[in-house]
């Protein structure tokens, strides 16, 4: 049996424009995914233990799945597409390099600390940690920029199309990375104190990209504020290399304002962001897809941790260390 493991993400800035081309620099935090994967005969068997949903088992052949588990089926439907998306990658990269996969069979055990469908990244991570450690399994070792390149393409397939390259990206690489379109990099970046705030929710991430995409055909002047958003990511880059949380704060202020007015913030989310504005925070936005789910601000963790759990929209609040490791291979 092998086991990887990859990490979560807040977005500091560029969620959603991202999509369109615009840069974003998400940045990797201490919560992980692991994923354990082992042979075996008769199809694929997906077990998941803590996936902030009830614990729950499916077994299918061929890609055709019947669970019967309490959870809600939008959510069993995205992660199972995404572990089996993982398989396939796993198995074509074998192929590639002469490895006759095909016929192999796997039992993959998911355990994630990420909340699902919260903004931090969790099946990016899931994903990552699933192809890496099933291509292990199959004598594969692939390099980071590969392994990056499939649980993208992954992505693309699950979230219909609407996936940039930032969540995979930052998940294997670790730290802070800077996407714009197909140029992904690393980022240099200080240990910036930043807290998530989190309602207990979710957005459905593909759903709410499809709603950006609607609102920009209805309004053709909502592309300026994708290109607004652009702009501020190359402003906050710079003030991220000269550590210059004032503005970078300022910045994250600006990002939530923007993708408010593109329809993805919720009410759970501005109350929490103003929570941490009223904590004295630098700047607080909400990070990922929106809809639900969490927030992330910069300023002093203790004074931004407690500001949020007198939130009454706020379900937990932690200070979200830097994790520049990315993937890692937990049996080596
Ligand atoms: O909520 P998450 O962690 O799935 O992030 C989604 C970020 C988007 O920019 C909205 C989509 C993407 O793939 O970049």
């Given amino acids: ?28 935090i201490g919560l992980r995914a692991q994923a354990a994967v082992e042979r075996r005969t008769g199809g694929l068997r997906v077990r998941a233990g803590d996936l902030s949903l009830d614990g729950f088992a499916v ?53 994630s600390n990420i909340p699902l469908g919260a903004g931090l990244g969790s ?23 590969e392994l990056a390149d499939r649980a993208y393409r992954v992505e693309h397939t699950v979230q ?23 140029d992904c990099e690393t980022l240099a970046t200080p240990d910036l104190p930043l807290v998530v ?10 759903e709410l990209v ?22 501020l990511v190359r402003r906050g880059e710079r003030a991220l290399a000269a550590d210059d949380r004032e503005t970078l704060g300022e910045l994250m202020d600006i990002n939530h304002g923007l993708l408010s ?5 919720a009410r759970s989310l501005d109350a929490m962001v103003w929570a941490a504005r009223d904590g004295g925070a630098h700047g607080a936005k909400l990070t990922g897809a929106g809809g639900g789910g969490c927030i992330v ?23 979200a260390q830097l994790d520049t490791d990315g993937l890692r291979r937990e049996d080596e």
């Fill in 261 to 265: 007015s593109l329809g993805v913030s």
């Fill in 123 to 145: 099946s990016a991570a899931v994903v990552v940690a699933t192809i890496d450690a099933a291509a292990r399994e199959l004598g594969v070792q692939l390099p980071r920029e």
């Fill in 197 to 206: 705030g989190y309602d207990g929710g979710a957005g459905d991430t593909g």
């Fill in 59 to 111: 077994e299918y052949n061929g890609g055709t799945s019947t669970p019967e588990v309490d959870v809600p089926e939008n959510l069993l439907d995205a992660a199972m597409g995404y572990v089996n998306g993982a398989i396939d990658q796993a198995r074509e990269a074998a192929r590639t390099r002469g490895v006759a996969a095909e016929e192999r069979s796997f039992e993959v055990t998911v355990d």
């Fill in 297 to 319: 601000a910069l300023g002093d963790p203790a004074e931004l941790e407690r500001a949020l759990s007198y939130a009454p929209a706020c379900d937990d609040a932690f200070h």
């Fill in 160 to 182: 219909d199309g609407g996936a940039s390259r930032a969540d995979t990206f930052c998940a294997t690489m670790g730290g802070a990375v800077r996407i714009e379109g197909d």
């Fill in 210 to 231: 499809a709603q950006v995409r609607g609102l920009r055909e209805t309004h053709p002047f909502v592309a300026d504020t994708v290109s607004a958003v652009g702009d």
């Fill in 1 to 28: 049996m092998v086991t990887s493991s990859a990490p979560g993400k807040v977005y500091l800035f560029g969620e959603h424009a991202v999509v369109y081309g615009e840069p974003a620099v998400p940045c990797a």
